[in-house]
């Protein structure tokens, strides 16, 4: 007889792509049955789901996890100042043991608010990785090259990304994807960029890069190739299926051409967008176009935290007053980004609640003040809820929060050792 790990989730309100009420049957990593004729005995552990609503687990697609440790760093800066006089110098004293605290911190604070899965973009991704097979969470990982045009620089960032592909792709049962990630078109030289993409092929991987984040980046590099950020990549034959691009704030009509054409898709980060006053995304014009669009945190220092919910909350408000019009972006469509685009950008079997995606699930509370009543269950995980409502998150089959408690990290122990440390930087 072979040992299965069932979990059952009775009698709850299940948001996908509608609404309904049923129970739910995980067998070891994968969603079994959805039926509400499921009993009990169907399963070795059963979770109580009458008041809470139960939805895949959130996806990040943009982070920096690790930058927990420098959460309240440049505040109130421009984006060229916060880098250059702020972020940059203290990442220079990062070390293997800090990325790696600064990950568990990080991964407590995700599995606390929902999040099931990230797509992360950093230095030391080996202790990252190792953060996530200890927290069980499911990851995206991948090196942040930046060369700044200097070719012997090019060739070390290039092996750095192929070590961590050989260590880490499909790691951790599989929970562990590398990815290829220069940082952006201003940081990294055109034959890095180049190589970069030929990697990715190489290994079949994504390609994660920064892309049309301020206005400051479209004017260098329209002054310097002659052409705006996404034709550049275009021009240089890096972008496809595989690219994740970070921000797409400036993006242009012909611009959106080439993301339809081409299948990029687009990591909003509304709050980062926001902080840094980097500008508005096109996040409405994107889905008319059929554009994959998805949501991110960005780093902590410019959000200035992990919480999924009060993105998808600021990225339906912010398309709202921008556009003057507070029909766009519906609730559906707000819960799409952060679920499924999310798992569609990344190439992951999950981000919705069906037979055989792999179970990444998801329980929030509603008996809250904030909460109540329930009218409408999609209204209030957008509007209404706070990621600290989340009770319970299973990630893979194995629960990881439970009735509010992480069962994976030692939340005390964690918080303890970055107050200690993170001065160090
Ligand atoms: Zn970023």
New binding site residues.
């Given amino acids: 007889m072979t040992e299965t790990n069932n979990i059952l989730i009775k009698d709850t309100t299940i948001i996908s792509d509608d609404i309904k009420k049923s129970s739910i049957l995980i067998v070891d990593d994968t969603i079994q049955e959805i039926s509400s004729s499921l009993t009990e005995k169907d399963a070795e552990n059963v979770i109580d789901g009458t008041n809470k609503i139960t939805m895949p687990g959130l996806i990040n697609t943009?982070s920096?996890v690790a930058m927990t440790l420098l959460r309240g760093v440049g505040d109130d800066q421009s984006l060229q100042t916060w880098l250059n006089d702020y972020i940059w110098p203290k990442e220079a004293k990062l070390n293997d043991e800090l990325v790696y605290l600064g990950s568990k911190l990080a991964m407590a604070e995700m599995i606390k608010t929902g999040t099931t899965t990230f797509n992360d973009?950093y230095f030391y991704m080996e202790e990252t990785a190792k953060a996530v097979d200890e927290s069980g969470m499911r990851a995206v990982l991948g090196y942040g090259m930046i060369d700044l045009f200097d070719e012997e620089k090019m060739k070390s960032e290039l092996k750095v990304s192929e070590q961590l592909i050989k260590n880490c792709h499909m790691t951790c049962e599989d929970r562990v994807t590398v990815a290829v990630a220069p940082h952006a078109p201003y940081t990294c030289s055109e034959e890095l960029l180049i190589k970069s993409k030929e990697l990715a092929d190489k290994h079949d991987l994504k390609y994660h890069i920064?892309v049309s984040e301020t206005k400051q980046e479209v004017n260098d590099i329209s002054k310097d190739k002659g052409k705006t950020p996404f034709e550049y990549l275009n021009d240089i034959g890096v972008l496809s299926s595989d690219t994740i691009a970070?921000?797409g704030v400036w993006t242009t009509q012909d611009e959106m051409k080439i993301l339809k054409e081409k299948e990029v898709s687009v990591a909003h980060?509304p709050s980062?967008n926001m902080k840094l006053a980097s500008g508005i995304a096109p996040v409405n014009e994107y889905l008319k176009n059929d554009i994959n669009v998805s949501i991110g945190t960005?780093?902590v220092s410019?959000n200035n935290n992990l919480d999924m919910f009060s993105e998808m909350k600021l990225t339906a408000f912010l398309q709202k007053v921008n556009l003057l019009d507070p029909r766009v972006l519906p609730t559906q469509d707000t819960f799409n980004m952060a679920t499924k685009n999310g798992a569609n950008a990344l190439g992951l079997n999950t981000g919705i609640i069906e037979v055989g995606k792999l179970a990444d699930i998801i329980l929030v509370d509603t008996l809250v003040p904030h909460m109540t009543p329930v009218r409408n269950a999609l209204s209030n995980i957008i509007y209404s809820s706070l990621g600290t409502d989340v009770d319970t998150v299973i990630c893979n089959g194995k629960i990881l929060l439970e009735n509010k408690e992480l069962l994976t990290i030692n939340e005390q122990e964690i918080i303890q050792e970055v107050n200690e440390r993170a001065f160090e930087l």
């Fill in positions: 943009h920096h973009m920064h970070a921000h980060n980062s960005d780093g410019s």
